[in-house]
């Protein structure tokens, strides 16, 4: 069974500095990994979406990163911002096989507050 | 460009009373369809997927049912709410092709508050 584990479980940084968000999961087998951003309320937004065969992706001021075999992912996020503050999710896409369904794990979330 | 409504918004329910939520996704088509619930303080739970019209798989048992009458529609429901049954509930679709590289997109989600 995958289990994804978010950490710090809260970040609160003032703006302007550079930050690292951790991921981890327990199954290798991965199709994808996620990054999502959810405000309070909200749903969820998509950031970043990783395949199992890269390393990493870029927007703007998030990189992604994936180490598969580690079981490791991080989102960078560079010069943050008030507007930045939201909770982050990242979620794990099972390789389901021959079949097009993948189960998504997601993690407990890292609740990031910016402060001017 | 694709996108998925959720509707409605905000929702308070007694116990004991029906629910119907229901998501639709414009602009593609066979899409796998998914109703995630999130309850306060946790994570995200998977609760019902479905990868064709009346395919439906549920994840955890529970008082809440799932239907696809149509390719781009998915209803959840349940026919007497309990006080257990609050929480935010998440639809989400992905497309079937495992050919095409889009992730999971998420709805705006419905508030449920069962009193």
């Known amino acids: 069974k995958q289990e994804v584990t978010q950490i710090p479980a809260a970040l609160s940084v003032p703006e302007g500095e550079n930050l690292v968000l951790n991921c981890s999961f327990t199954d290798s087998a991965i199709y994808n990994l996620q990054w999502f951003r959810q405000d309070p309320g909200k749903g969820l937004t998509s950031l970043l979406l990783i395949q199992s065969s890269q390393r990493e992706q870029t927007s703007g001021r998030l990189n992604a990163s994936l180490d598969k075999s580690s079981g490791r992912s991080t989102l960078y996020i560079a010069a943050s911002q008030p507007g930045d503050s939201a909770t982050y999710l990242c979620a794990v896409r099972g390789d389901a096989g021959g079949t097009s369904y993948g189960k998504l794990t997601f993690g407990q979330g890292t609740i990031l507050t910016v402060h001017p | 460009s694709q996108t998925i409504h959720q509707w409605p918004a905000t929702l308070v329910q007694p116990v004991g009373s029906p629910l119907s939520l229901e998501c639709t996704v414009e602009?593609?088509?066979?899409?796998?369809l998914y109703w995630y619930r999130q309850a306060a303080g946790r994570g995200l739970q998977l609760l019902f997927y479905s990868v064709g019209i009346g395919q439906i798989s549920s994840e955890v048992p529970q008082n809440l049912s799932a239907s696809r009458p149509q390719d781009r529609q998915f209803i959840l429901s349940s026919k007497k709410l309990l006080l257990s049954d609050s929480g935010f509930y998440l639809c989400?679709?992905?497309?079937?092709?495992?050919?095409?590289?889009?992730?999971?997109?998420f709805g705006s989600g419905t508030r449920l508050t069962v009193v």
């Open positions: 989400a679709w992905s497309a079937r092709d495992r050919r095409i590289v889009y992730g999971y997109t």
């Open positions: 602009g593609t088509s066979n899409p796998n």
